[in-house]
């Protein structure tokens, strides 16, 4: 079982609030990542981090920003939602420093933007 | 940037056998992955493959890896209505985050 944690599991917000999810894993890893999943099933890798202070951007352009201070926690911000940001939200995390690279995903974060 | 594709929808009857392909770009993959996910959940790891080895069978599951063509495939023997799930292609090569497909969704006709 995976000991990763995305907190909260659903989010209903107005247009142009600032919000912050949350993902803890307690396995020590320091690999993490967050992807945007489309409705559609397929997964965008928006940020990603190998350690801490160490932030890098993923493949999709995201308005959103990341901040890793403790191994542990890797939370993502919007400054100012918008509908466009309307998706499921899903951090991972891995061991680092091995080409087999198991990712353990937390259970997502549902985010509807009014 | 590399690819992965894989067909995003199949359905078959229960008891029957699933055959899920994924082609994939990167010719220096080391490890290739199969996740599911389930309604409402995240990914969970399946099963997984070295990119030196033809085939790999657990339980239910036989994947199958044609490193010459690069085309990776999972075959779920006696499928159940509990398989019923969006499934994942993934590569990876070095240190590198993995790269997805776009999911096939599985449904199992009772």
């Known amino acids: 079982e995976a000991d990763i944690y995305q907190t909260p599991r659903y989010l209903v917000i107005g247009t142009g609030k600032k919000i912050t999810l949350e993902c803890s894993q307690t396995?020590?890893?320091?690999?993490m990542y967050w992807y945007q999943q489309d409705p559609g099933m397929e997964l965008h890798l928006i940020h990603y981090s190998y350690g801490v202070n160490s932030t890098e951007k993923g493949d999709l352009s995201s308005e959103s920003t990341v901040s890793r201070i403790r191994t542990e926690h890797f939370p993502l911000t919007l400054e100012s939602a918008r509908p466009s940001h309307t998706s499921q939200y899903l951090c991972?995390?891995?061991?680092?420093?091995?080409?087999?690279?198991?990712?353990?995903f937390g259970p997502g974060t549902r985010l509807t933007v009014l | 940037g590399e690819d992965v594709e894989q067909s995003l929808f199949l359905s078959v009857r229960e008891g029957d056998s699933s055959v899920i392909n994924c082609t994939y770009t990167?010719?220096?993959?080391?490890?290739l992955y199969w996740y599911k996910q389930e309604p409402g959940a995240g990914l969970q790891l399946l099963t997984y493959?070295?990119?030196?080895?033809d085939m790999k069978q657990d339980q239910r599951l036989t994947v199958l890896l044609n490193k010459k063509d690069k085309h990776l495939s999972l075959r779920i023997a006696d499928t159940q209505t509990g398989d019923s799930a969006i499934y994942f292609c993934a590569e990876n090569s070095g240190n590198t985050p993995l790269v997805f497909g776009k999911g096939t969704r599985l449904s199992v006709i009772a």
């Open positions: 396995m020590g890893h320091d690999k």
């Open positions: 990167d010719s220096s993959s080391t490890y």
């Open positions: 493959i070295f990119s030196n080895m």
């Open positions: 991972a995390s891995s061991e680092s420093w091995t080409d087999y690279n198991e990712q353990f």
